[in-house]
């Protein structure tokens, strides 16, 4: 479900590096930026969720974590402007984007099969809604959407997957996202389920 973890792990470490060794000039020209926001007032926003994959891997190390947060994630989109002009844009309106991936034995699928079960159930009784749903083959694949107060946007993602290649997998994006660029955030992060919503977008409206 999320093939490019090489490129996501590589693009967290090269930023990182860039942004140690330009932070100077960022906050020189980053002034203007809203402050870095804590913890707290992270997991207080509507699209923050909080679940741990960890918990159901005796919290052994996950095989990819990323962890960006702005305003690191506005400089994630300046660097990746050549690939889409309008990243920046949608870069700057995000707070968190958490990745979470681990290898699954055939005695944890259960457990982490369960433990989506139950946060898919913390998803509907808080207003999420969900847009995929898969239970196919031994895959469980669950895309839930937090649609903002004025129904204009998003306020976050959330895409859980067990099963597929023996690997389970956790993305919170948390932020205001507009729809037509929920595609891109698939995109940019190698998230299928995201980036497929968009293709079937494009043939329902042919």
């Given at each position: ?48 969720i909080d ?98 107060t004025d129904?204009e946007a ?53």
């Amino acid at each position: 479900m999320m093939s490019g973890h090489r490129r996501v792990l590589l693009a967290a470490i090269f930023l990182t590096a860039v942004w140690a060794t330009s932070a100077t000039a960022a906050d020189k020209a980053d002034k203007a930026k809203p402050r870095s926001l804590t913890e707290q007032e992270i997991r207080a926003l509507p699209g923050f969720i909080d679940v741990d994959f960890a918990r159901a891997f005796g919290n052994r190390e996950a095989k990819v974590e990323v962890n960006l947060k702005s305003p690191m994630l506005e400089l994630v989109g300046k660097f990746a402007e050549h690939e889409d002009p309008e990243l920046p844009a949608v870069f700057a309106n995000l707070r968190l984007v958490r990745v979470q991936v681990y290898e699954v034995t055939d005695d944890e699928f259960a457990k982490a099969a369960s433990m989506t079960s139950d946060a898919a159930r913390k998803l509907d009784a808080a207003g999420w809604e969900r847009v995929v749903r898969v239970r196919e083959d031994g895959d469980f694949v669950d895309v839930y959407f937090k649609p903002s107060t004025d129904n204009e946007a998003l306020d976050g993602i959330v895409v859980m997957v067990v099963g597929e290649d023996n690997e389970a997998v956790f993305v919170n994006v948390v932020g205001r996202i507009h729809p037509e660029d929920v595609h891109r955030l698939g995109e940019h992060f190698d998230i299928d389920a995201l980036d497929s919503l968009h293709a079937d977008h494009k043939r329902s409206r042919r």
